[in-house]
């Protein structure tokens, strides 16, 4: 199995664990202000994990095209989060998660469309499960 594989297993677990570890830590508080707190502990993790794990020599080849790139992935990260952390808080996590997780058909079209990657019928195939869980999911949640 491929590195990058390992490490989207990882990301997938400690992104099932996040959501439940929020839940819990919103007990009481707003989503904003949870969200707040979270993002401080985040960026300084990162921090840490950075000046441990990226050699300084790195930093140099950052391009403005780099920041801007990276700056509007912020801007997405930002929203995404807002309305994630609204969502868990009055929200079922299970269900939050996989309409969360929909992602996956944006970014397959997205891909596709600005980065070339080709859809493939496996790749189809898997949009076409998670968009089928999303419609049993949602339309079948009393209101």
Sequence with gaps: MDRWVVYAFLSMLFAGVTAVVAKQGLVGISGELGLAVRTLFVAGL???????AIPWSDWGKLTTTNFAWLGLSAVATTASWIFYYKAIKDGEVSTVALIDKGSFLIAVVLAA????EKITTR????AALILAGLVVTVTGRPR
């Design 46 to 52: 990162v921090f840490v994990f950075a000046a441990v």
């Design 113 to 116: 469309l600005f980065l070339g």
């Design 123 to 126: 790749t189809a195939l898997g």
